[in-house]
């Protein structure tokens, strides 16, 4: 399952998600891991959950991105939820915006086959996402 929080940059989307992943962390019964654009919020995190700073990878597309998710649930059986901050940055889809479809059925998929759940944050009014986006959106701020 893919879930999206929206909004444009400033909103409180991060605030949201680290709440909401330090909630989840209380009854998981596997790993949680939280994806940022930096360490900037390590100290927000419980300490169970684990931290990737993905600017530290050399990722150029989207593709990319997949693979690097792919990889990281390569590496850990037990994952049940992936956080994602700043969705956009991370999956290199700024100024791409047209992508994010095939980008969020992409993750669709590999929830489907590996059963991990995503919850990304977008910089984007809901207007801006097409109606199969919308329906995946638990708040809009």
Known sequence: MVQLIVGKKGKGKTKYLLDKVNTAIQDAHGSIVYLDKSS??????NNKIRLIDVSAFPLR???EFIGFICGILSQDHDLEQMYLDSF???ARLEGRENEIDGCVKQLEEISRIFGADFVLSVSLDKEELSAELQEKIILAL
């Open 88 to 90: 956009l940055r991370l």
């Open 40 to 45: 900037k919020h390590m100290y927000e995190l």
């Open 61 to 63: 597309n989207s593709d």
